[in-house]
């Protein structure tokens, strides 16, 4: 861990002194995340996040948080939220960020300022029910990060490349996940 004069905002020590004690309780470190959404009306639906399994035990954030998706209004929708797809965006953009911003502190260099842009592919012929042979996901997904910090170009690239093999947003999105999905009739 470096000393640095650096304040990012990540406490470093605290990541890593968590990471001593987890590698010597392995089970603590099974975490589970939850979401819970209810439908509001046509394509509109609210999620709200308050709630998680870590540490061998239940957790709470500070808050709950909510978050609201829907379609454009081109799809025949009201528009209330952005679309589900795009908030896997903000997922990704964000995991990448914040591990940028870890990774920078830990390696002494001050950050100005982290951008993200991403842009994600998409043939919808697939989600609509045109063509079964095209996907229903993104295609590809392009991320542009701009970032301005007291380092090199190259220790920049390596700051991104860290946050990319810590991710977990960026390990979902890349390798497949079991997904389970269980229908009880109320």
Same mark, same amino acid.
């Given at each position: 861990?470096? !000393?640095? %004069? ?14 001593? #004690?987890?590698?010597?309780?392995? !089970? ?29 035990? !239940? ?18 929708? !009201? ?5 589900? #797809? ?16 870890? @990774?920078?502190?830990? +390696?002494?260099?001050?950050?100005? $300022? @982290?951008?993200? *842009?991403?842009?994600? $592919? ?12 095209? +996907? ?6 392009? @991320? ?12 920049? *690239?390596?700051?991104? %490349?860290?946050?990319?093999? +810590?991710? %977990? ?9 079991? @997904? ?7």
């Amino acid at each position: 861990m470096t !000393e640095a %004069a650096v304040n990012n905002g990540v406490n470093v020590a605290a990541l890593l002194e968590a990471r001593e #004690v987890l590698r010597g309780a392995p !089970e603590a470190a099974q975490f589970k995340w939850r979401a819970s959404c209810k439908w509001q009306n046509g394509t509109h639906s609210k999620t709200t996040i308050r709630n998680f399994f870590g540490l061998g035990q !239940e957790q709470s954030h500070k808050s709950e948080f909510h978050f609201e998706a829907d379609h454009p209004e081109i799809f025949a929708s !009201e528009d209330l939220g952005a679309t589900p #797809v795009e908030l896997v965006l903000a997922g990704l953009a964000s995991c990448l960020t914040a591990g940028v911003a870890a @990774v920078a502190q830990n +390696r002494g260099i001050q950050l100005r $300022s @982290v951008q993200a *842009e991403l842009e994600g $592919s998409m043939d919808i012929q697939g989600i609509l029910g045109i063509d079964g042979d095209v +996907r229903n996901g993104y295609d590809d997904i392009k @991320v542009t990060f701009k970032i301005d910090a007291d380092a090199s170009q190259a220790d920049i *690239e390596a700051l991104v %490349a860290q946050s990319q093999k +810590r991710s %977990a947003v960026y390990d979902i999105i890349t390798n497949p996940t079991d @997904v389970a999905v269980d229908v009880q009739k109320v």
